[in-house]
């Protein structure tokens, strides 16, 4: 008998923490715009394939433009990227996206890169002050080459924002309803939805990766899957 149930803790254990199987997801190739190149066209592949729990599957698809990496969100979403001198902007959106792009007061999966050696290190040196402590040398380098009037850097994290590190270079993060964030810092406006995300360095250069993610109520247990993903698979080279 007391065999029978260490063997059945075992079994309860494993299932518990095993890794979801490999299943499909549709994928969606998303347009792009860029001031060098012009418009870029959509990407096309093969459904991707990721580990993910089969109900999950079932509500999410793989988005991913030329400009940047790929991102899971709701099917049937809208997305668009742009690249620019200081690093990319790629949007997933329930509406379709306009010229003007997105309506950032609303539901939306918003992923920004930004260069470490562009116009892009002072937003990488913003992050890096309020939450990369280990990698403040590279703000004290930066502020000693002179900053531009009335600019400073601040010192430590948004004071609402929930933090959880999974290393010195990688942190997830919930900035609440109407509160100002890591969530809001990419462009998001404040509303009555919490959102939700992950930001990330990646040496040597440290260029910055931050994804943000507010869903409507009944897409919002998605969240976990999306921001996991992105913490797992848009990177794969990173240092960490």
């Not at 309020?130 to 040398?137: C, E, G, L, S, W």
């Not at 964030?181 to 998001?188: D, E, K, N, Q, R």
């Not at 409507?216 to 080279?237: E, G, K, M, N, W």
Request: proline share 10%; aromatic share 10%.
């Amino acid at each position: 008998m007391h065999r029978r149930v260490v063997l059945l803790a075992c079994i309860a254990y494993f299932a518990a923490t095993a890794q979801p199987r490999a299943v499909a997801v549709p994928y969606v190739g998303c347009k792009s715009d860029t001031f060098v190149e012009g418009p870029l066209e959509a990407p096309s592949a093969r459904p991707k394939e990721i580990r993910i729990s089969p109900a999950a599957a079932q509500r999410l698809a793989y988005y991913e433009a030329a400009v940047a990496p790929g991102v899971l969100g709701p099917r049937g979403w809208y997305c668009f990227g742009y690249l620019g001198s200081a690093g990319a902007t790629f949007e997933i959106s329930p509406r379709p996206i306009s010229a003007d792009g997105p309506d950032l007061s609303g539901p939306l999966i918003l992923l920004t890169t930004r260069s470490a050696e562009t116009s892009g290190r002072f937003d990488v040196a913003t992050i890096i002050a309020r939450v990369f402590p280990a990698h403040r040398d590279f703000v004290t380098r930066l502020a000693s080459e002179g900053l531009p009037p009335n600019f400073s850097f601040p010192s430590g994290p948004y004071p609402k924002d929930k933090l959880s590190y999974k290393s010195t270079e990688v942190v997830e993060y919930e900035t609440p309803a109407q509160a100002d964030g890591l969530g809001t810092y990419s462009g998001l406006k404040q509303n009555a939805d919490p959102i939700r995300g992950e930001a990330m360095l990646m040496p040597p250069a440290l260029d910055l990766a931050v994804v943000a993610v507010r869903l409507p109520a009944d897409l919002r247990d998605l969240t976990s899957a999306i921001v996991q993903h992105f913490d797992c698979c848009s990177y794969s080279t990173r240092g960490r």
